[in-house]
Nanobody, 122 residues
Framework: VQLQASGGGLVQAGGSLRLSCAAS????????MGWFRQAPGKERGFVAA????????YYADSVKGRFTISRDNAKKTVNLQMNSLKPEDTAVYYC????????????????WGQGTLVTVSS
């Protein structure tokens, strides 16, 4: 599976951005998909994940209620709608795929996209 993330950019605090991740391969629907982020000087951490069918979603506490993850298996895409953005959301955002059950541990994801930079100004 190859992943291509897009949609990052510069936004003011309180604004919104929508990240997208396009996947190649025929078995996209069998992967749990996740979003992670790495802020400057910090380790990469979990943001959100979504089950194979999209019926179950998981969020880090820091983004719960502000971010929404979704997927379209027909289009082989996973999206992250980010609302009410804060300066502390500034990071490089990565999408990832896991051929197994949900986890928030990045080491257990099998495939990674290249990352897209989100900058939130105050």
């Amino acid at each position: 599976v190859q992943l291509q993330a897009s949609g990052g950019g510069l936004v003011q605090a309180g604004g919104s951005l929508r990240l997208s991740c396009a996947a190649s391969g025929r078995t996209f629907s069998s992967y749990v998909m996740g979003w992670f982020r790495q802020a400057p000087g910090k380790e990469r951490g979990f943001v959100a994940a979504i089950s194979w069918t999209g019926g179950i979603t998981y969020y880090a506490d820091s983004v719960k209620g502000r971010f929404t993850i979704s997927r379209d298996n027909a289009k082989k895409t996973v999206n992250l709608q980010m609302n009410s953005l804060k300066p502390e959301d500034t990071a490089v955002y990565y999408c990832a795929a896991r051929a197994g059950a949900y986890t928030r541990y990045e080491s257990e994801y099998d495939y990674w996209g290249q990352g897209t930079l989100v900058t939130v100004s105050s």
